[in-house]
């Protein structure tokens, strides 16, 4: 056991929870990187991040759209290191297509994963903050958190949900020094885009660049992509004293989307 405070944060072997738990770990904080996958690079990831930053990390293979491992995640995490100060829900994926269409389970896997696992994991580990008499909650929510885009139903809603409940979590826990809080980003280059930059070039028959920017950064007026690192970054800043009374609240880091 060591004094440093311990970190999870949820789908972390790529994109922005890879950014963000080594940005977590470069704070001084102790790690728990997850996925469901359970590779030897999954576990190198934990390695690395040991190793550059100077913390204790390790990897724990949990499927976060099982109510029972996204709990048990949580625990494991208490015992390892007697405490659980930061939870990062950062795990996600995405499915486009239209609503009429929308395959069912790929509607319940969305939901479960995006939003039911945020449940189940700030339940868990709620007592282990209300006993340390601290903790930070940060949700990676979306732009589309606060926007809607067609052909992303399931998204969509389990973004504003996530919100939805950012909000009602930051109230319940106002007085327990507990703060709760949800990061929207706008399009950040990852794995979980390049599926969509692949889709859009194929569909409209585009360049890369031009499916870039005509259509994925249409929205974006910056037309840049926001990068892994700035969202990691935001996620540091809502878990430092500086932030100790922002609760309940959406951070947007989306080059402008939101102001439109
Ligand atoms: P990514 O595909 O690079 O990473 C997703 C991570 O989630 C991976 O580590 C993967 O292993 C993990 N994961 C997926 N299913 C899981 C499961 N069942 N159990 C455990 N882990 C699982 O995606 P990303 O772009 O880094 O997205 C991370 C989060 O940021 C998501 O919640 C996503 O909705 C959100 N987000 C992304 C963007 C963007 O433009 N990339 C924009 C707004 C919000």
């Avoid at 030897?40 to 759209?65: L, T």
């Avoid at 067609?150 to 919100?163: D, L, M, N, T």
């Avoid at 840049?224 to 309940?248: D, K, M, N, R, Y």
Wanted: overall charge neutral; some cysteine; hydrophobic content about 45%.
């Amino acid at each position: 056991m060591s004094d440093r405070k311990t970190a999870i944060v949820t789908g972390s072997t790529s994109g922005i929870g890879l950014a963000t738990a080594h940005a977590l770990a470069a704070a001084g904080n102790n790690i728990v990187v997850n996925s469901f996958s359970d590779k030897a690079e999954d576990r190198a990831i934990a390695e690395k991040i040991a190793g550059k930053h100077g913390v204790e990390a390790v990897y724990m293979q949990a499927d976060m759209s099982k109510p029972d491992e996204c709990r048990a995640l949580v625990e494991r995490t208490n015992e390892r290191f007697g405490t659980v100060d930061i939870v990062v829900n950062n795990a996600g994926i995405q499915h486009v297509s239209p609503v009429e269409t929308f395959p069912t389970e790929k509607w319940d896997a969305i939901i479960a994963i995006n939003l039911s696992s945020a449940f189940h994991t700030t339940a868990a580990a709620i007592p282990h903050m209300k006993r340390q008499g601290s903790g930070r909650i940060v949700n990676i929510a979306s732009a589309h958190g606060l926007r809607a885009s067609p052909f992303k139903s399931a998204y969509v809603a389990a973004k504003h949900g996530i919100v939805g409940l950012t909000k009602t979590v930051a109230l319940e826990m106002a007085e327990s020094r507990i703060t709760c809080n949800a990061v929207c980003p706008g399009f950040v280059l990852t794995p979980l885009v390049e599926v969509q930059i692949a889709d859009q070039m194929k569909a409209n028959n585009m360049d890369r660049e031009t499916a870039i920017r005509e259509v994925i950064l249409k929205k974006q007026p910056t037309r840049e992509f926001v990068t892994v690192e700035q969202i990691a970054e935001t996620v540091v800043f809502l878990c430092s004293p500086a932030a100790e009374q922002i609760t309940g609240t959406t951070i947007s880091v989306d080059g402008g989307w939101t102001a439109q």
